[in-house]
């Protein structure tokens, strides 16, 4: 029991390696709410983008779902980061593990928002449409308010889920929660950073989790 304690709950060398972690978990809250934000605003786009049944289109946003919904996350970050340089443009650590992980979860949100649209009645469509709507104001006044209903609850779990992938960035240097925590432990040869480093991830995801469940349970029941 003893070693354990020192080993994974070092007092001295968590509070020394405070600092750094602490410093890293500033980063990984920026990054995962720019990830959340990013993903699903653009993923909405993609999603009513769909609605305009342009088939070149569609094929090109379906093609670029099914490709991020395919690869790993981590594929992606490291295939941004040393492969978009060969093209021109070479991006930071903070804005590939962005740019990388917002692309996957607007992948998973257009096909969220685009499923709930699909499983609306069509006779919604119809209605409307007989009743002198244009399609593009029942899209956005009568379809797309009850789509995001019923897309919310998937969409809060797979945001939680791909946000997590952070610490993916520290293999293109990310200086996030786990980077720091690995650095320190490494000059200390302790591991107790890393225990410092999960209580961050719970302190952040946590409560995300249970706000999640709360807002699944709410729109599953109606109230």
Do not use: H
């Not at 993609?46 to 395919?70: E, G, K, S």
């Amino acid at each position: 029991m003893d070693r354990i304690v020192e080993y994974y709950f070092n007092a001295e060398v968590i509070a020394g390696a405070f600092p750094q972690v602490l410093a890293g978990f500033r980063t990984t809250v920026i990054v995962s709410l720019l990830i959340i934000v990013c993903g699903t605003l653009s993923g909405l786009s993609l999603a009513l983008l769909r609605c305009a049944n342009l088939r070149p289109v569609n094929f090109i946003i379906t093609a670029y779902v099914d490709v991020l919904r395919t690869l790993p996350q981590l594929v992606v970050i490291v295939f941004i980061y040393f492969g978009l340089p060969y093209l021109g443009p070479a991006l930071s650590p903070f804005a590939t593990t962005v740019l990388a992980l917002g692309m996957v979860l607007s992948a998973f949100s257009t096909e969220i928002f685009w499923s709930a649209i699909m499983a609306l009645p069509r006779g919604q469509w119809d209605a409307a449409s007989a009743l002198g709507f244009s399609r593009l104001r029942t899209l956005i006044t009568i379809i797309l308010p009850q789509a995001i209903r019923l897309a919310i609850p998937l969409l809060t779990n797979r945001a939680i889920s791909i946000s997590k992938g952070t610490a993916l960035g520290t293999a293109v240097s990310l200086p996030e929660t786990l980077g720091q925590a690995q650095s320190v432990m490494a000059l200390v040869a302790n591991p107790s950073p890393l225990t410092l480093a999960a209580a961050f991830y719970l302190t952040f995801f946590l409560p995300l989790v249970i706000a999640s469940r709360w807002i699944e349970y709410r729109y599953s029941t109606g109230r």
